[in-house]
T-cell receptor
Framework: SQQGEEDPQALSIQEGENATMNCSYK?????LQWYRQNSGRGLVHLIL?????REKHSGRLRVTLDTSKKSSSLLITASRAADTASYFC??????????FGAGTTVTVRA | DTGVSQDPRHKITKRGQNVTFRCDPI?????LYWYRQTLGQGPEFLTY????????KSRLLSDRFSAERPKGSFSTLEIQRTEQGDSAMYLC????????????FGPGTRLTVL
């Protein structure tokens, strides 16, 4: 079963705009990770935030985590056409297997 | 390229045939994972190896599925008597122990069962 749920399911934005997507999960976690997947390809790790962290930045990415609400958000600033992909949150509850949501499909229009 | 590799990238087979996939993890990673991903969904955990020991199998892994990691390096996933419902992308990932479980994924093997 999939623990995480991303929202929205799909997002279409203009190049240069910001993209925000959210993830909610059900059980307590050790950490939460975001991955990107280009169509038909493997997943690329973007960022990991530990359960005792509230915010983390990596380049144009900003991730927040609210463990009281069991939710996380991923913000991509100044989007580019190359950001077109599906984005998944993954929770780690037990130090090995990851539980993924169904993903948010982001389309960046030129 | 020292990332995770998977072979083959695509496999088309007829229902009832057996198929085997191979995964070569990043060389210093002792943890290896298999996931399955169907269209429009996120990956679902199948099984996990720490070195050569298979430590957990998901209930998704029926008796027709078997995975091995004989020398703690590469791994194989075999599906016997394939069914149309087995059609999916099979993803392999690896991670070093002692990390925060950041997993590095391979490109996947797309299986189509006709």
């Amino acid at each position: 079963s999939q623990q995480g749920e991303e929202d929205p399911q799909a997002l279409s934005i203009q190049e240069g705009e910001n993209a925000t997507m959210n993830c909610s999960y059900k059980t307590s976690i050790n950490n939460l990770q975001w991955y990107r997947q280009n169509s038909g390809r493997g997943l690329v790790h973007l960022i990991l935030i530990r359960s005792n962290e509230r915010e983390k930045h990596s380049g144009r990415l900003r991730v927040t985590l609210d463990t009281s609400k069991k939710s996380s958000s991923l913000l991509i600033t100044a989007s580019r056409a190359a950001d077109t992909a599906s984005y998944f949150c993954a929770t780690d509850s037990n130090d090995y297997k990851l539980s993924f949501g169904a993903g948010t499909t982001v389309t960046v229009r030129a | 390229d020292t990332g995770v590799s998977q072979d083959p990238r695509h496999k088309i087979t007829k229902r009832g045939q057996n198929v085997t996939f191979r995964c070569d993890p990043i060389s210093e990673h002792n943890r290896l994972y298999w996931y399955r991903q169907t269209l429009g969904q996120g990956p679902e955990f199948l099984t996990y190896f720490q070195n050569e020991a298979q430590l957990e199998k998901s209930r998704l892994l029926s008796d027709r599925f078997s995975a091995e990691r004989p020398k703690g390096s590469f791994s194989t996933l075999e599906i016997q008597r394939t069914e149309q419902g087995d059609s999916a992308m099979y993803l392999c990932a690896s991670s070093p122990s002692g990390s925060f479980n950041e997993q590095f994924f391979g490109p996947g093997t797309r299986l189509t069962v006709l």
